[in-house]
């Protein structure tokens, strides 16, 4: 947003911000009172317009200039001809710093495009998955990864990585079906070879396992000569972001595309969409890698984006007012205050794992988290996805 025009005649104000409307400059007139008991000045309002549309502001100006020198132009005048638009109004005390926050006519506009589409498609993709997921089996033995027993074709194929330790399980399963890993011992021959073989194949399983082994044991080596990007290397990069879209259950995918609605439509209205899809893949890659270095390929979730729009969004508000995000402080202390907690839940896992050999099972994408609002305040510091 910008600030274009200052005046103290509230009659003028409407008059002005009314004329900007029919000319398709949305704006906002903000109504400031003077609350001091003691000023001399108390009870009399200053009123300040708005506008949101960066490439209308010379035109707007240029509008401001002339009014302020011929109000009583014929062209500011209010016509019966014209359908008028009134004005967005927002009123606060003079001590207020913040810009207008509130009745922002885009708040209450649909959903943008790519928003409404990610929203849209995260949740058939889902359905769908559910629907296409194979039967689990009542057990499986302890050295088993579940994502080639649980996931379905495409969700492996979304997946940050899908090792060939994984594949051997996918042909043990498709040759003797997922109840024969129940008890691998009862296999025919070539059964027994092909878990043999999966057992002497290593996988990234992520450093989080040798950071607690290493705290538990100073004296143990750090075991990391297991591949790394074994797919992606491969030619298949879309896994660098498409884990993003996939998600654990309805409650997951809720919570996830409710915020999705609230932070990612402000940066769609600002950046546009180009700007817009390239922020969410650089927020996509960067936490999903930095998720799959430290706890393997079995994760899913928006939630890395999420924290990333969030950062940014804190920043903007601090950076370049002018932009006009909204996000109060009960929402910031809130969003903060669940990455902390759930970081916090974290450290508490860690330290159980340690001393009591007792994990806390939060399936909580921590470091996908914390590298998302990491990459959301560095690009929300540069100018590239300023609203231009």
């Keep these: 947003m910008r ?15 009314a004329f900007l409307m029919r000319q398709g400059i949305e704006n906002q007139l903000e109504l400031i009172s003077n609350t001091d008991w003691g000023s001399a000045d108390y009870g009399t309002v200053t009123c300040r317009i708005w506008i949101y549309e960066e490439d209308q502001l010379d035109t707007a100006l ?3 200039s002339e009014f302020q020198q011929n109000p009583n132009d014929p062209k500011f005048q209010d016509s019966p001809e014209t359908n008028l638009t009134p004005p967005q109004l927002f009123e606060h ?9 509130s009745n922002k006519p885009m708040e209450r506009a649909p959903l943008g495009t790519i928003t409404a589409s990610l929203i849209i498609f995260c949740s058939v ?20 990864p579940y994502m080639p027993v649980v996931f379905s074709p495409i ?19 498709s040759l003797y079906g997922v109840d024969a890993l129940n008890d691998p011992t009862t296999l025919p ?50 896994r660098t972001f498409t884990p993003c879209l996939l998600h654990s259950d309805i409650f997951h995918l809720f919570f996830n595309m409710i915020w999705l609605a609230v932070l990612g439509k402000q940066l769609e ?37 999420l924290c990333a729009m969030f950062a940014f969004i804190w920043v903007r508000q601090r950076k370049s007012a002018w932009e006009g995000y909204q996000l109060d402080k009960g929402t910031m202390g809130f969003i903060a205050f669940f990455i902390l907690f759930m970081f916090a839940l974290q450290l508490l896992s860690f330290f159980l794992e340690i001393h009591a050999d007792t994990p806390l099972a ?4 921590n470091s996908a988290h914390l590298s998302g609002a990491l990459i959301g305040y560095l690009l929300g510091k540069t100018n590239l996805f300023a609203w231009k």
């Design 3 to 17: 600030l274009i025009a200052t005046l103290n005649d509230q009659h003028k104000a409407y008059q002005f911000s």
């Design 62 to 64: 240029n509008f401001a």
């Design 93 to 101: 005390d003079k001590n207020s710093t913040s810009i207008p926050d």
């Design 125 to 144: 993709l889902l359905m769908f998955l559910e629907m296409s997921a194979p039967t689990l089996v009542k057990k499986l033995p302890a050295n088993v």
């Design 155 to 173: 969700a492996k194929s979304m997946t940050y990585d899908y090792p060939h330790a994984f594949e051997i399980i996918d042909k043990i399963v």
């Design 189 to 238: 021959e070539e059964g027994k070879r092909l878990f043999e073989e999966f057992q002497n194949t290593p996988y990234w399983q992520g450093f989080y396992d040798q950071i607690v082994k290493k705290f538990k044991d100073p004296n143990a080596s750090l075991n990391v000569s297991a591949p790394l990007f074994e797919k992606i290397r491969q030619g298949e990069i879309w």
């Design 269 to 305: 209205k600002r950046l546009r969409k180009v700007r817009y899809i390239l922020f969410m893949v650089i927020a996509g890659i960067v936490s999903n890698t930095a998720q799959y270095l430290m706890s393997g390929s079995g994760f899913m979730g928006f939630s890395g984006i």
């Design 362 to 365: 939060i399936g909580i994408a």
